[in-house]
């Protein structure tokens, strides 16, 4: 299949047609790369398949295919050795949705919703938003430029209150770009089962792992 990532795609004017946030919420001057939205086609076969769906031209209320939940247990089952089942997946319209839906799911109003930070923002909004205490630890800065943020489990654990109740984790970490390393993953969960609270992980950059022999463990995969 080709990709052009060549050929510039206007998304800026006429403002309106195109709404996009990325290039209409500052001036047309400013370089939007306050967000990770990129100006290339989709691939190819993404453009076939949404021009046919719209080809079709009734939009009533859809279904997660079959398909599709087979699809995500091939992709795993190829990529990550990891056997999952058709019924363990719940299709929601974002990551960032979920990340709320899980909130509300897992914990009662009032109990803690931990994150580490820096984080990719929305997650430090999913706390207030669904009526849970915000609670949050800092990762280990770089020791040195070009060094990589380190997990802090101390941080971590001393943030940890008998209301927590949840972890929103980021894995690979946004925006660090940490790709997290099996010790550090096992330190993580041998934290959550001494305070025994609910992960849930944020693996939406699985497929982007860009150091030589860097490898993505799905958490659940790895402590089941
Ligand atoms: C870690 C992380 N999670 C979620 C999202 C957004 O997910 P969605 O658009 O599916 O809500 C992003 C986007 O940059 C992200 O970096």
Same mark, same amino acid.
């Given at each position: 299949?080709? !990709?052009? !990532? #060549?050929? +510039?795609?206007?998304?800026? %004017?006429p403002e309106g047609n195109y709404a996009s946030q990325k290039w209409h919420r500052y001036a047309q001057d400013v370089l939007p790369l306050w967000v990770a939205d990129m100006d290339f086609h989709s691939p +190819? #076969?993404?453009?076939? #398949? *949404?021009?046919?769906?719209?080809a079709h031209g009734v939009y009533g209320y859809g279904e997660v295919p079959a398909t599709l939940t087979a699809a995500l247990c091939q992709w795993s089952a190829h990529h990550y050795a990891w056997t999952i089942e058709p019924e363990w997946q719940q299709w929601l319209p974002g990551v960032v949705p979920a990340l709320h839906f899980a909130a509300m799911a897992l914990t009662q109003p009032g109990e803690g919703v931990l994150t580490i930070a820096p984080i990719y923002p929305p997650f430090l909004a999913v706390a207030e938003r669904t009526g849970r205490l915000a609670q949050q630890a800092m990762l280990a800065e770089?020791? #040195?430029p070009g060094e990589p943020w380190q997990?802090?489990?101390? %941080?971590?654990?001393?943030?940890?209150?008998?209301?927590t109740r949840l972890l929103l984790w980021c894995h690979p970490h946004n925006p660090t770009g940490r790709v997290w390393m099996l010790?550090?993953?096992?330190?993580?969960? %041998? *934290?959550?089962?001494?305070?025994?609270?609910?992960?849930v992980s944020?693996?939406?950059?699985c497929d982007l792992l860009l150091d030589e022999g860097a490898r993505h463990r799905p958490l659940a995969a790895l402590f089941p």
């Open positions: 299949m080709a !990709f052009d !990532f #060549a050929t +510039p795609v206007e998304r800026r %004017a +190819p #076969a993404v453009i076939d #398949a *949404l021009q046919r769906r719209v770089p020791a #040195a997990l802090d489990i101390a %941080a971590l654990e001393a943030a940890i209150t008998p209301q010790s550090e993953l096992e330190q993580l969960a %041998a *934290l959550v089962e001494r305070h025994d609270f609910w992960v944020d693996e939406l950059h």
